[in-house]
């Protein structure tokens, strides 16, 4: 500016009109002189005129002072502040919580998770069945349950019941068939914390019955909202199985049974216990409260099948030998009976019968005298039926033929004493095989001294053969509890002994050891070791024959067809005693037996053993049977009316059952007796 222009004058803006019709905003508010704008007429004002109707105009709205119109944003650091405490807050009691759970009380939830962890349950094998050689049943197994429990579900922290042991025992006792008190101890004391077993194999029934009643309780606890406790919930199943015998007493002494751990109790339960049993397997899952958790995982070991057995008994013919040695028994009010048969071809046993007998699925009435086997457990003296065992040493020897003749005096003094037959007779002028067709005791002493220039040489020589024969050593099977009978060595012998064991008295067999001499004969002379076993079939299905049995000579076949010939006069002679086996079209050889009975209680004699043994068809022998029948006291005691008809009905169906050819020859005339001076 130059200094000759005049000073310009500076005239203020008119103020810009505020929003909503308050004062102008200028930038010298509140100072004298400052130019107040014209005010805004009302827009309510203008309707009114517009609109006659009687309408009070809007209220002015007061004009606001000037600051409280300013806009600020809000201050952020305040906020964020804010959201850390917060934050901190919340992390501090996540620590807090976290310590008092692993440290503080670490140990009560450590025991609160004991509801929930793994288990391990056993997986039981399947049992491996027993049948007969024809592959039917005679042992077998079905589906049954273990039950068990978990007692720490029965406590009252867990049931929610303080009594929920004597509740759940109420429950299953009517069920499993127990004392409700027993059953509360279980759950109430159990030897271990997490398991104890309630009742074995039970019916899949009885778990269904426990089932329903669980989820009975179970649906009254969801309506009653937990307040209903269900005290069966620690009530489990464990699948197990069962042992059944079909044809319940059949065969049950050579069988036996299963005690109720589920291991072999007896017969070939437990002689094959290693072999059926198999091998257990297990599994192992998480469990929460009593229930299987399924999406936890677990590990499961199969269990291994045990091994079938495949037995040579035929139940066909073994259900004939049972009955009618049964029927035999109760007939003769004995103390009882066995019936063998075998095949004289492989030694094969078709049939061990006894009686009495029992039914191996119901133990309850049994008792421990009637629960083995007495075709293999008892012995006795055989009497008459070992004078075979004589015959064939004599003829063996060469010290006689079925010719020979001998004169049997009515009674025979040896060692101080008189030996007699079992009736009184005149002087007998018989052959060899007339001596064993009348079962004459004295024919077969005199006989038997021809063995050596002495006693003791005689005594010797007899004893090698009845070794041979089986006598006085296991049969071969193995049989729990089997008798090798009573042999004594032949310096051993006493004076009488040394006479009486020569037709069967003084030593002591069990009944497949006699049968077992009479397939020897049968077999041409060559002794068979018996056996029980035909093969078995393993957990993959093979099957798996027996090994072969062990076979020794025992005589030539010359002499034994001497002694076929002359055990065929015992039925085919009219004096011989053993006519009652007689069959129809088949020629049979046979040999009856009565000898005295050593009471087990008292060890003396008192009563008697009966006996029959033979094998059939004499020209092609398939078969021997052998009976004896213990104290027989009601209508005889020997051994051609007691065993005689036992001996002939088993040897006639054994003969059908095996389709054996009849016999196309008829038996050899042999003489039983000579004339004197001829």
Known sequence: MSAEEPPRRRVPRPARPARGGGPARSGREGKPGAREPAARKPEGRKRAERKPAARKPAARRPARPAAARELRLARPRARLRLLSVAVTLVLTAFTLRLLQVQAVDADSYAEAANVNRYVTVPIAAERGAVTDRRGRDLATTVDAYDITADPFLFKAEQALVPDAP???AALLAPILGQDPAELEAKLTDPPSERYVLLARQQPPQAWRQIQDLRAALADKADKAQGKAPNVL??????PRSKRLYPNKELAARVLGFVNAEGEGGGGLEAQYEQELAGEDGKI???QSAGRRVPTAGGQEQPATPGTGIELTLDRDIQWAAQQAITDQVEESAA???YVIVQDTRTGEVLAMANAPGYDPNDLSTVTTGTLGNPALQDVYEPGSTAKLMTMAAVLEEGVATPTTRVTVPNRLP??????????NHETYHLTLAGVLAKSSNIGTILAAERLGKTQKQANKVLHGYLTDFGLGRPTGLG????????LAQPEDWSPTQQHTITFGQGVSV???QAASVYSTI??????????????????DGRYEPAPEPGRNRVVSAKTAADLTRMLEEVVTDEEGTGRTAAIPGYRVTGKTGTSNRVDPETGRYSGYTASFAGFAPADDPRVTVYCAVQNPTKGGYHGSTVCGPVFQHVMQFALKTLQAAPTGGKAPDLPTTFEPGD
Request: proline fraction near 7%.
């Open 166 to 168: 004597a509740r759940a």
């Open 233 to 238: 919930a620690g009530v489990y199943a464990e």
């Open 284 to 286: 192992t899952y998480a």
């Open 335 to 337: 103390d009882g009976g």
């Open 414 to 423: 040896r060692a101080g004493r008189n030996f007699a037959d079992d009736h």
């Open 479 to 486: 049989f729990p509890g089997e008798s090798p009978g009573i």
């Open 510 to 512: 069990n009944a497949l």
């Open 522 to 539: 049968a077999n041409g002379g060559v002794r068979i070791t018996p056996s029980l076993v035909r093969g078995t079939t393993g957990p």
